[in-house]
């Protein structure tokens, strides 16, 4: 795929509206995010604020920043499409808010959730609360285990999720290098186990984690084949649709996952 081709891009993981969390502080900020984005071929964003112990943003909030930044983007007369989810935390408690409130989800057809574990470690009881959440009739992303301690230590723990039907989201960041080594090297693997579904930036500022795909789409290439690149247009827009997205059988990592070249 060529850079001249690249266009349609879907990102489902962005801190993109203004002054909600830990994302872009003003709205200037929000647009230039945008302007980065569609010059990369990302044509779709869902913007997810954080939703844990320390941001809670309510619907209203949400709904005033997105109409805010939209007219921005039109007056700008910037081809992208924002849709509104969240990046969702794991918690003892969470699952009942979420299930109470499509608004967390992606475009707000109580479908599709991004599910963040703790950065450290992936504990037993995240079982249950993803149960717990597919039980309500929602389909679980689990956002960048790539950059998790445990997952980096043994990437197999991500099977038995993925064969269950639980998908995977890893930052376009990991896969070129800017969070370290070891996420790279566990990104790599993740994609050679078929045990990614999507690409997205994850980002948070015009200069911090831009909203970027292109590079990473490219890299992960090298990997799986043009392959990646469904993971950065077909599978994110049927995400957002509401649609099934199809998930592979995933293989466990074998011998080479320290030797992968990277």
Not at 69 to 85: M, N, S, W
Request: hydrophobic share 45%; charged share 20%.
């Amino acid at each position: 795929m060529k850079a001249s081709e690249k266009s349609g891009f879907c990102d489902i993981h962005c801190h993109l509206l203004p002054g909600i969390d830990d994302g872009p502080a003003c709205l200037e900020d929000s647009l230039e995010m945008c302007r980065l984005a569609v010059a990369d071929g990302i044509r779709t964003i869902v913007a997810t604020p954080h939703f844990n112990d320390v941001f809670r943003p309510d619907p209203e909030s949400i709904a005033r920043g997105a109409a805010e930044l939209r007219q921005a983007v039109a007056q700008q007369e910037l081809p992208l499409e924002i849709v509104l989810g969240a990046d969702v935390a794991a918690g003892a408690c969470i699952e009942g808010v979420v299930q109470q409130s499509d608004h967390l989800t992606i475009g707000g057809q109580g479908k599709y959730i991004l599910f963040e574990p703790p950065h450290c470690a992936m504990p037993g009881w995240i079982n249950d609360v993803i149960f717990d959440l597919r039980l309500s009739g929602l389909e679980v992303i689990i956002t960048h285990p790539e950059r998790n301690a445990d997952v980096q230590r043994n990437p197999n723990i991500i099977l038995p999720f993925v064969q269950s039907g639980v998908m995977v989201q890893v930052t376009a960041g990991s896969i070129v290098g800017e969070f370290g080594r070891e996420a790279k090297r566990c990104a790599s693997v993740l994609l050679k186990m078929n045990a990614v579904h999507f690409i997205a930036s994850d980002a948070h500022s015009p200069g911090f984690r831009p909203p970027l795909l292109w590079q990473a789409a490219h890299k992960a290439s090298q990997y799986i084949g043009d392959r990646a690149f469904a993971l950065v247009s077909d599978n994110p827009h049927r995400a957002v649709a509401g649609h099934v997205v199809e998930v592979p059988d995933p293989e466990p990592a074998v011998s080479w996952f320290r030797k992968i070249a990277i």
